[in-house]
């Protein structure tokens, strides 16, 4: 089945610095990935369709200079989190299908945990 | 606007019942509708797919049913085990092309 791998699981930054996270689909390519963000016991909020090779489409209300998202091949796209700040803690998931907007299953990576101190 | 609930919250049950969970969505006019598990800390894994044009999917001990015009899904668990115990939340792609939008999910506990 089709696996989306998602690094690093877990980091802790303080507050100024840049994170880094990856998305990977590791045995399909995808033209689009899903990056989202969810909060303790909450659901998912959708942040923006990455798509590769075109500037991400971002969701209202989610910072385009505060979320960098890159989806420079058809197995990788990172989402960057610039100047980071404590609010900015939270569990990022990103997601990928084999078909875009088609009758494909949506495939999750692990997420990513990410601390602001 | 599509709107998606799950009903309820949270679910606790002894091992070895059989268990429904319930999905409701605002919008009947959907393109599909997916069920997720969750695990603490984990991401999303796929459970089941239903395209518009069907009414159930079943995989294992898991089947999931579609009523579009009550706007309605159920993921029924057959003789539930501690290791079901996760959040599961549906999904409903509204049409072609269109991101899903997720409900809150369920969390369920099973009791061994």
């Known amino acids: 089945g089709a696996v989306v791998s998602q690094h690093p699981s877990r980091v802790i930054c303080k507050s100024g610095t840049s994170v880094k996270i990856e998305c990977r689909s590791l045995d399909f390519q995808a033209t689009t990935m899903f990056w989202y963000r969810q909060f303790p016991k909450q659901s998912l909020m959708l942040m923006a369709t990455?798509?590769?090779?075109?500037?991400?489409?971002?969701e209202q209300g989610v910072e385009k200079d505060k979320f960098l998202i890159n989806h420079a091949s058809l197995t990788l796209s990172t989402l960057t989190v610039t100047s980071a700040h404590p609010e900015d803690s939270s569990f990022y998931i990103c997601?990928?299908?084999?078909?875009?907007?088609?009758?494909?299953?949506?495939?999750f990576g692990n997420g990513t945990r990410l601390t602001v101190t | 606007k599509q709107e998606v609930t799950q009903i309820p919250a949270a679910l606790s049950v002894p091992e070895g019942e059989n268990l429904v969970l319930n999905c409701s969505f605002t919008d009947s006019a959907i393109y599909n509708l997916q069920w997720f598990r969750q695990d603490p800390g984990k991401g999303l894994t796929s459970l089941l797919l239903?395209?518009?044009?069907?009414r159930e999917q079943t995989s294992g001990r898991l089947n999931a049913s579609l009523d579009k015009s009550s706007g309605r899904s159920t993921l029924y668990i057959a003789a539930s085990q501690p290791g079901d115990s996760a959040t599961y939340l549906c999904a409903v792609r509204p049409s072609y092309g269109q991101n899903f939008v997720f409900g809150p999910g369920t969390r369920l506990s099973v009791l061994p």
């Open positions: 990455s798509n590769e090779g075109s500037k991400a489409t971002y």
């Open positions: 997601s990928a299908s084999l078909v875009q907007g088609g009758n494909s299953p949506l495939h």
């Open positions: 239903i395209q518009s044009s069907q």
